[in-house]
């Protein structure tokens, strides 16, 4: 394994090479001309990482409230226009055959109840209105 040193005078290289070739038999010899920089004072510590700035949140949007006569509320709400109770899978098929995605009628059908135009009657079921 080579051994490597880091020696520091100064010599003439003519003066030098002549030495070393004399006492110490060299086969793969390499020179490289070093030139000083001037010492710039002791390394300056790394500063950590800024921190992640946040995005910034959206301001709530402006609600007109709820239409329970348009869209898909109105479809659910027409449905109980016989005074009857529906059921979730009756009121998914309903907004289906409207034209309109049946996978969000599960949150449209929870604030319906929340607005009180609905109200839940039993598991998946439902009728018109607030119960007494």
Do not use: C, W
Request: proline letters at 6%; a positive charge.
């Amino acid at each position: 394994m080579p051994v490597k040193f880091k020696i520091g005078f100064q010599i003439d290289a003519e003066t030098l090479f002549s030495i070393v070739a004399k006492f110490i038999p060299l086969d793969n010899l390499t020179v490289e001309e070093v030139f000083e920089r001037p010492h710039a004072g002791p390394a300056q510590p790394r500063l950590a990482a800024a921190p992640r700035l946040m995005k910034n949140k959206r301001a709530p949007r402006a609600s007109n409230g709820i239409n329970l006569a348009e869209g898909v509320n109105g479809v659910i709400l027409r449905a109980f226009d016989d005074g009857e109770q529906h059921g979730y899978g009756e009121l998914k098929r309903l907004v289906s055959a409207a034209g309109y995605s049946g996978s969000g009628i599960g949150s449209r059908i929870a604030r319906l109840v929340e607005v009180g135009a609905l109200t839940r009657t039993g598991v998946g079921a439902y009728a018109k209105g607030k119960t007494p």
